[in-house]
């Protein structure tokens, strides 16, 4: 039998909110994020997926809040798209020279 690796979380690791992986903006909210919980391949089939992100909008004049958003509550903005799917692509990437 053959053992399946689960795949790395190629957004696993903490940024600080001036290095984010990637920033969504839409009608005044803009979204960082920071940390993924999950691989894209768990996400896909998650629902309640989450992301840490650092959040403007109109009612934080000005400030930010921090904490987990669930990734289906962010605008699927080109940006975001693009975004996950280069995150998928590096994922695949790591699994694949993880095997050799």
Request: include cysteine.
């Amino acid at each position: 039998m053959a053992l399946v690796k689960t795949p790395k979380n190629a957004w696993g690791k903490s940024r600080p909110p001036d290095n984010p992986y990637v920033v969504i903006e839409r009608d005044g909210w803009t979204w960082k994020i920071l940390k993924a919980y999950q691989s894209r391949v768990k996400e896909k089939t998650n629902e309640y997926a989450r992301v840490f992100c650092m959040v403007s909008s109109p009612m934080t004049y000005g400030g930010w809040d921090m904490g987990d958003v669930y990734l289906r509550d962010i605008p699927k903005t080109p940006t975001l798209v693009a975004a996950l799917i280069e995150r998928e692509r590096l994922e695949d990437q790591l699994a694949k020279e993880s095997y050799a």
